[in-house]
């Protein structure tokens, strides 16, 4: 499910400017390549949009390295195969598969996906009554209505979370309305009363179905890193870009390249694990401060015997949201795996990482014995993930926080002294916090970096 699942049909008409000379088949003189292979280029992080900026400019000509500093490429395209199946750590789905450069690297690197249909869904509230369709879609219309007009009252300074309990009281206790919240935007943003409530429905979405990556995301990873020099565990401390060359210094080794482009996280760049010489100017480090990181957490539970519905989507409506309300069905696209992928969000994601698996499963499994009985059984193994905790991203993805601006955006987007370019999702004013701004982020600095020798 996803925000303004509504406009993606408006959206359908777009043209596809965004598609990569890599994808278009790329062409280019002798000359560009004999000037290309004279400059070396350092690619810090391996994930999707570094190594979406790594190809382009190698495919170019240039002397491409990537740093990472993980033991594997993909960084937030992580699938955990331990059980079998592509568990999907990090994204999931394709955004809308219409004219979005995903579906197109997809059927490149093979990865497989499947349509998701968000009305195969199935609502318990509490003691396990099960709402009717009609009830479930009246009030999701409903939702919807004030969710696409809510930002118009909204202000800079104030978050989603006061604005909506503000103008909307009498939804404060309504625990669909709670899911809905839940779900529809905490999944996408994180806190409510971080979100802001002027900028919470920026960003822009593709047309066409849902679907989600059956054999794993981070088959596109691997198909993008083909042929490149990635140095893995490579954890980049200093980027000095004084002067040329650029020096990039990782596990205490300095390497010097003509240009460098910084992918990592931004909730790396928070952190302040990497040091800049000379600082980074006031208006960059701004925007890292200003624009949100998100956590959001994911779990696989696997049984011997499915006992839930034949539907694609379990919604369950507690009085406490943004955990396990939320339960996606495994085995419509894995028939014969009996799994159930469910979600933690914001600060309830955040006091998951410090959770044991038995606290978690305690948790989980109370929703379920909620709405299916109290003989429903243990699950049989759990897999889960702890983004926050994760030195390499320290969160999901990026949100519009209360305070924060969409020119923010292009700020971290921005390069310094044309040497020194940025990419990641969290540099994407248009498709943020996705795989494909991602993808996009890296082949628009990569087209940057081209430019400089043209
Ligand atoms: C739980 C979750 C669910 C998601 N679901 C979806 C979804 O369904 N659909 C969708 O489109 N998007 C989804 N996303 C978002 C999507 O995964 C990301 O936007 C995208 O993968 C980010 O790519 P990136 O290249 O910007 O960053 P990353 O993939 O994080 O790549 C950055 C790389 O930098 C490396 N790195 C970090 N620090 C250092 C350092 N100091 N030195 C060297 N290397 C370093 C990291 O290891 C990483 O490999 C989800 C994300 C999460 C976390």
Known sequence: MRRRDFLRNSLASLPAFWLLPSLLGSSCSSDLRDRAAEKSVLVIGAGISGLAAA??????????????????????????RELGVAFDEGASWIHGVRRNPITELAAQ???????????????????????????????????????????????????????????????????????????????????????????YYEGEEFGGDEEIATNGYDTIAKH????????????????????????????????????????????????????????????KRTAIEKIGMNCVNKFLLVWDEAFWDDVQYISYTPEEPDQYNYFVNVKKFHPTVNALMTFAYAERARETENQTDAQVLADIMAHLRDMFGPTTPEPSRMLRTRWLSDPFSYGGYSFTAVGSSMSQFDDLARSLDDRLFFAGEHTHREYFSTAHGAYLSGAREAEKIIQQIE
């Open 224 to 283: 993008l890193a083909e042929g490149l020099d990635v140095l893995l565990e490579q954890r980049v401390t200093k980027i000095d870009y004084s002067q040329i060359p650029v020096v990039v210094t990782h596990n205490g080794v300095e390497s010097p390249s003509d240009f460098v482009v910084l992918t990592v996280p931004l909730g790396v760049l928070k952190s302040g694990d990497i040091s800049f010489e000379p600082a980074l100017p006031d208006w």
């Open 109 to 199: 690197a093979g990865m497989n996906s499947f349509y998701t249909n968000d009305e195969s869904i199935a609502s318990y509230d509490l003691g396990g009554v099960k709402r009717s369709t009609a009830d479930y879609l009246q009030a999701e219309e409903a939702f919807y209505e004030v969710f696409e007009s809510l930002h118009e009252q909204g202000s800079p300074d104030k978050s989603f979370a006061q604005l909506f309990a503000e103008r909307y009281p009498q939804y404060a206790n309504n625990r669909l309305w709670k899911f809905f919240l839940s779900t529809y935007i905490a999944f996408d943003t994180g806190d409510l009363d971080l979100l802001s409530s002027k900028l």
């Open 55 to 80: 190809r382009e400019l190698r495919d170019i000509g240039f002397n491409v390295k990537v740093l990472e500093g993980r033991d594997r490429v993909g960084g937030r395209l992580r699938a955990n």
